[in-house]
């Protein structure tokens, strides 16, 4: 019997096929282990595990994270704990976490909100001259600083090769934002989930920044800048 697909399963399953992947299964069984990953993907020669989750349309304003604003980061958070318990027997593997949207609230495509859950709420850090008693001249810049999910010292986090956010681009084109868990234990390889509407953020160097862009959303931007 076919389980019935959620709308992000469903979307999911479109973006896969736009990108010639066609050999995968849905909750495949594995012997001995109770944890079921949504998809089993097989591509050049490697098995992937991807569990897809999306966000409900709410139609209420979320709760505020003291007097000063939204905690924008707590549903996106709370989604990489659930996915860590599902891949918590696969660490030999790439494990990724997909992750859809409905509800306006939550940004799934701003990199400082993605990547402030996966590494820390993000802020400003500034070098102090105790001799001085001041701060040091332009040494003040962003850092992710607390309550992030991939910490170094805890593992159970490194086995979350990738965050991806699905999405849809104009004329109902699919693409995703694959933002890469530096810390994994297993990496998601560069060359996968590369088409001309995917972007993707990584570490380069000691900065954590965009790495790609397809050809695509270039255009897209271009198209935009020269409309203006």
Request: aromatic letters at 14%.
């Amino acid at each position: 019997m076919t389980s019935k697909r959620t709308t992000s399963e469903s979307l999911f399953e479109r973006y896969l096929a736009s990108q010639g992947i066609t050999a995968f299964e849905f909750e495949k069984v594995w012997d001995g282990i109770s944890k079921q990953p949504d998809y089993t993907v097989q591509h050049n020669g490697t098995i992937y595990l991807f569990d897809v989750k999306e966000f409900k349309d709410k139609k209420f304003i979320p709760p505020s994270a003291g007097a000063f604003g939204v905690d924008r980061y707590r549903r996106i958070r709370e989604k990489i704990n659930q996915a860590t318990s599902q891949f918590k027997y696969f660490t030999d593997k790439p494990c990724c976490l997909v992750l859809y949207t409905l509800d306006a609230f939550v940004r799934l495509q701003e990199p400082y909100i993605v990547l402030g859950a996966m590494y820390g709420d993000l802020g400003f850090t500034t070098l102090w001259d105790l001799k001085a008693g001041s701060p040091v001249r332009d040494s003040t810049h962003r850092a992710f600083l607390k309550n992030g999910k991939m910490f170094r010292h805890e593992s159970r986090h490194q086995t979350i090769s990738a965050v991806i956010t699905l999405r849809h681009i104009r004329d109902d084109q699919l693409g995703v934002i694959v933002w890469e868990n530096y810390l994994a234990t297993v990496p998601f390889p560069r060359d996968t989930f590369c088409g001309q509407y995917d972007e993707r953020w990584g570490k380069d160097g000691t900065l954590i920044k965009r790495i790609f862009l397809g050809q695509g959303l270039v255009a897209n931007q271009e198209s935009a800048v020269g409309a203006g």
